[in-house]
T-cell receptor, first 113, second 116 residues
Framework: AQSVTQLGSHVSVSEGALVLLRCNYS??????LFWYVQYPNQGLQLLLK??????LVKGINGFEAEFKKSETSFHLTKPSAHMSDAAEYFC???????????FGRGTSLIVHP | DTGVSQDPRHKITKRGQNVTFRCDPI?????LYWYRQTLGQGPEFLTY????????KSRLLSDRFSAERPKGSFSTLEIQRTEQGDSAMYLC??????????????FGSGTRLTVV
């Protein structure tokens, strides 16, 4: 069984400040991990993913995430928030042969001017 | 190829009516997934196809729901005798044979269903 916990349903930051969105996962086998972004009334867009290899993963729009097996975490960061980063962010995990992703409940990122 | 397409974008229906949604995946993707997303929640898995075979269904997929993927190309999701609780965004995603290693999951823009 696999599951995802995203701590904090809302995160508020000032423009230019560090963004940190938390994700912890549960998986009985080595996981594949994803972060997606969703703008209002849109589908999900892939920000970055971890499959194997380097544990620090760089994605689009300046985001990156680090896979920490010992902490079962895959937190998403961005050094400097931009107004256009305001959106809903979802962490997802998949593993095993069916590769069906399980999503967290999401974190809404609010960026203040 | 412009990605995963879903039709319609919005659907308003009266309770008790049947509705059908269509998803056209990326052409070289053999895996197709349906998810449901309600307000303030993450996407919840409904069902999964590999080519034309429906390999897994969630307990969320009641008897009123049916999905097909004839010939392993586009897919349809039908809801019979709709209820107000069916109001949600229905998302379709596809992935290549290698799944997450091959490129991950590409989502469509979704179909927003409102049952009145």
């Amino acid at each position: 069984a696999q599951s995802v916990t995203q701590l904090g349903s809302h995160v508020s930051v000032s423009e230019g400040a560090l963004v940190l969105l938390r994700c912890n996962y549960s998986s009985s086998v080595p996981p594949y991990l994803f972060w997606y972004v969703q703008y209002p009334n849109q589908g999900l867009q892939l920000l970055l993913k971890y499959t194997t290899g380097a544990t620090l993963v760089k994605g689009i729009n300046g985001f990156e995430a680090e896979f920490k097996k010992s902490e079962t975490s895959f937190h998403l960061t961005k050094p400097s928030a931009h107004m256009s980063d305001a959106a809903e962010y979802f962490c997802a995990v998949t593993s095993g042969g069916s590769y069906i992703p399980t999503f967290g409940r999401g974190t809404s990122l609010i960026v203040h001017p | 190829d412009t990605g995963v397409s879903q039709d319609p974008r919005h659907k308003i229906t009266k309770r008790g009516q049947n509705v059908t949604f269509r998803c056209d995946p990326i052409s070289e993707h053999n895996r197709l997934y349906w998810y449901r997303q309600t307000l303030g929640q993450g996407p919840e898995f409904l069902t999964y196809f590999q080519n034309e075979a429906q390999l897994e269904k969630s307990r969320l997929l009641s008897d009123r729901f049916s999905a097909e993927r004839p010939k392993g190309s586009f897919s349809t999701l039908e809801i019979q005798r709709t209820e107000q609780g069916d109001s949600a965004m229905y998302l379709c995603a596809s992935s290549p044979p290698a799944g997450p290693i091959g490129g991950g999951y590409t989502f469509g823009s979704g179909t927003r269903l409102t049952v009145v």
